[in-house]
């Protein structure tokens, strides 16, 4: 899956509030997606609250980085509980809750 059709899935998760489980350096996630966008550094980033897997709960990944991506037929009703839009750690935000 190239990055365009990563970012389009992505897009597609936060819109419909879909789950996703997502491999990321080697380690299996699940997680709730809360934003996309563009970071300082010109990457594109997704916010995730992780539900399982990884050390920080509302992590910031590099999509470019995941080797796994998969939309889950589950949903989730309410952002993490950190969760703020307009994410100061991304110059432009592609979607957000």
Avoid: W
């Avoid at 563009?38 to 910031?60: F, W």
């Amino acid at each position: 899956m190239n990055l365009q059709e990563r970012i389009q899935l992505l897009t597609h998760a936060i819109e419909h509030r879909h789950r996703l489980r997502i491999v990321y350096s080697g380690k299996e996630r699940l997680g709730e997606p809360q934003c996309l966008g563009e970071s300082k550094r010109g990457t594109v980033v997704l916010r995730v609250y992780q539900i399982r897997g990884g050390s920080h709960p509302e992590a910031l990944l590099d999509v470019a980085k995941v080797t796994t991506l998969e939309l889950l037929d589950e949903h989730f009703d309410e952002p993490g509980p950190h969760y703020r839009r307009n994410d100061s750690a991304m110059r432009r935000i592609i979607c957000q809750l």
